[in-house]
């Protein structure tokens, strides 16, 4: 496969000026225009040819190998999930890429704190070589997607706690001077490789343990390469400003732009903070510095249960912790913790003290999948416990994915409506098919976008969310070339008609596809056609050089 660069390269030598007496791949007819860049939409006809969008006009049919006629459906630029999580799905069962083509993503941004690299030498993940799958660093990684071949297009952070845990391991201290500086090798390594940028989740152990200094450190290395900083902040409830400010200070201190992983104000004593929280990012903006961050559309986050404990308990590793949660005093001493302390993101706090607000959505091997899509207070009943003895008995599995309701509907209305705020799933590519529950954002964020805030409650206009879901993460990801229409720019588009798209996935049956969105095209390639998943493998790695 092709390799793109992500840099707008020789636009003006693709011969668009003298592409009348060409030959076009594909033309998209009688759309209605909405370019990605906030202006009102209009009507004309796309011509694509090698995967870039060559013609915009009255074109005439015969001159297409195939044309499209959308009917007056909004014809748009692809969307790009800000925080996608992971890619390898994609590359163990292209059948994942659904969750995303069909909500309009046409490129995943993966890598959190953890990250699919680098690895340590002889360290083979079990699952990933159950699959007959085995690399170690970025450049492996892509080579094995680009020779599998991928529906959509993929962009790659070098997570730190992935760095962290190579050369430190799960410990809770300092990197010494030389482990420091095989840290930023290793970052530098993966920005060689074409990663985008260095990312951070920082309330989950061994991100956790790293301090504002070692970040800054690897932020400088990912500067060498004009790569960015984004973070899932060490705080997003009653700390949040604070956490927002190490933020921007990281991306300061580096000299590159920095963005905030799915902005919230967790816990409703908390909520009043989300309207300062984006005050404070404006008043950096204003100040001359690039500081962005994005959102899912839903009140509920997702979260492994384990967080609901302190993260100093993890210091010396998961599994010695979790093997102590047996001894009733443990369990009593925690639970007093928990219930009386908030020098940490305490999310029992921010769900109001209540297991009926924490929804399980995905147990591991030796758990019951029919708790998943029920509460813990629930669950309790289920197993004839009270709610903190469920509690215990399901984090000592290490395996529990959560959903806890901590925000509210405000905060969504007051981030949607700030120019500089994209959209995200935070969640992996998912296939509907084998997978027993999720949060529903992996199936219907960008489409409840569409439906929810823009058609129904008309929180924003149409060509302002487009933006804020193409051309507004494209730049800041220094995707030139996407996130727009225009001729020269690579045709990821989509085809939806507004009056009509709907998400349809709900936390009692989320693996639900969106409706509404017949054609997704990925660098000139229908990924969705007419609504149905084609055998196209179009998409790319698109690397930072």
Request: a neutral charge; hydrophobic letters at 40%; charged letters at 25%.
């Amino acid at each position: 496969m092709q390799k793109r660069s992500l840099v707008l390269v020789g636009i003006l030598a693709l011969g668009v000026s003298n592409s009348q007496a060409q030959q076009l791949d594909l033309i998209v007819a009688g759309g209605r225009i909405v370019d990605g860049q906030g202006n009102p939409w209009y009507r004309a006809d796309i011509g694509i040819r090698n995967g870039r969008i060559a013609e915009i006009g009255k074109l005439a049919p015969a001159r297409a190998r195939r044309v499209i006629d959308v009917h007056g459906q909004v014809v748009s630029p692809g969307f790009i999930d800000m925080m996608g999580t992971t890619s390898v799905p994609l590359l163990i069962n292209r059948a994942s890429a659904e969750s995303k083509l069909r909500q309009g993503i046409t490129t995943l941004l993966a890598g959190e704190g953890g990250s699919v690299a680098p690895r340590k030498a002889g360290v083979r993940d079990p699952e990933d070589a159950a699959a007959g799958f085995e690399w170690h660093t970025f450049g492996e990684y892509f080579s094995l997607l680009e020779k599998k071949g991928i529906p959509m297009n993929v962009v790659h952070n070098v997570g730190a706690a992935q760095v962290r845990r190579v050369v430190i391991g799960d410990e809770d201290r300092a990197p010494t001077p030389q482990q420091l500086e095989q840290m930023k090798e290793l970052v530098a390594q993966a920005m060689r490789d074409g990663a985008v940028g260095l990312s951070t989740a920082l309330i989950y152990p061994p991100g956790t343990y790293a301090k504002t200094d070692e970040l800054i450190a690897m932020a400088k290395v990912v500067g060498q390469y004009r790569g960015s900083y984004m973070s899932h902040m060490r705080n997003e409830s009653n700390q949040v400003l604070e956490a927002i400010r190490e933020t921007i200070h990281i991306g300061e201190a580096a000299g590159i732009p920095s963005h905030v992983f799915h902005l919230k104000a967790a816990g409703e004593e908390n909520w009043p903070l989300m309207k300062e929280a984006i005050a404070l990012i404006q008043s950096a903006r204003d100040r001359g510095l690039d500081v962005t961050a994005d959102i899912y559309p839903y009140i509920r986050n997702g979260i492994g249960l384990t967080s609901f404990l302190h993260p100093r308990h993890y210091a010396a590793g998961s599994a010695p912790f979790l093997k102590t949660l047996g001894d009733a005093k443990v369990r009593a001493d925690l639970r007093r913790e928990v219930e009386t302390t908030s020098d940490w993101e305490n999310w029992y706090r921010h769900v109001s003290k209540n297991w009926d607000n924490v929804l399980v959505v995905g147990v591991g091997p030796g758990l019951d999948k029919r708790y998943e899509g029920k509460s813990i207070a629930e669950i309790a009943k289920m197993r004839g416990a009270d709610d903190w003895s469920a509690f215990f008995d399901l984090v000592q599995h290490d395996s529990v994915t959560v959903n806890p309701k901590s925000m509210n509907e405000e905060q969504k209305v007051l981030a949607l409506r700030t120019p500089w705020v994209s959209v995200c799933t935070d969640a992996p590519p998912t296939d509907a098919a084998t997978a027993t529950y999720a949060h529903p954002r992996a199936f219907g964020s960008f489409v409840r976008v569409l439906a929810k805030y823009v058609r129904d409650e008309k929180v924003i206009p149409l060509e302002a969310a487009v933006r804020q879901m193409s051309s507004l993460p494209a730049n800041f990801l220094r995707l030139y070339d996407r996130g727009r229409i225009a001729p020269g720019m690579a045709a990821d588009l989509l085809v939806f008609d507004p009056d009509k798209v709907q998400d349809i996935a709900t936390f009692t049956k989320p693996l639900s596809f969106p409706e509404g969105m017949p054609y997704v095209i990925v660098n000139g390639n229908v990924e969705i056609d007419n609504g149905r998943f084609s055998t196209q493998n179009g998409g790319a790695v698109l690397r930072l050089h």
